[in-house]
């Protein structure tokens, strides 16, 4: 069964970059058909899909955060992790990582698997 688990900073100052990675136990981030999936959810609000990378590599970007969000994978440490430049108090949300089989499942409203989250708040 696959298990995923975020780590990251849990304050952060505005204009920031935010790095958050995300391991992966009891399966392979190259098994084919998967996308591997950051998911955030600001305080009070809905789940909003950021972005995801696949399989092989290719990565896939929710267009309003398009200009500020990398993801990017180890095979060897069977991680992925997401980089968010220029952050402000608005990104402040629990952050999720998430595997799934279709590019973005909150939108598709298809099931996933998430890790438990962790919160990151933006403040000076």
């Known amino acids: 069964q696959v298990q995923l688990q975020e780590s990251g900073p849990g304050l952060m100052k505005p204009s920031q970059t935010l790095s958050l990675t995300c391991t992966v136990s009891g399966g392979s981030i190259t098994s084919n058909w998967y996308y591997w999936s950051w998911i955030r959810q600001p305080p009070g609000k809905g789940l909003e899909w950021m972005g995801a990378i696949n399989y092989g590599g290719g990565t896939f970007y929710s267009p309003s955060l398009k200009s500020r969000t990398s993801i990017s994978m180890s095979t060897s440490e069977n991680q992925f992790t997401l980089q968010l430049s220029s952050v402000t108090p608005e990104d402040t949300a629990v952050y999720f990582c998430?595997?799934?089989?279709?590019?973005?499942?909150?939108?598709?409203?298809?099931?996933?698997?998430r890790g438990q989250g962790t919160l990151v708040t933006v403040s000076a």
């Open positions: 998430a595997r799934s089989v279709s590019l973005d499942p909150v939108g598709a409203g298809t099931p996933f698997v």
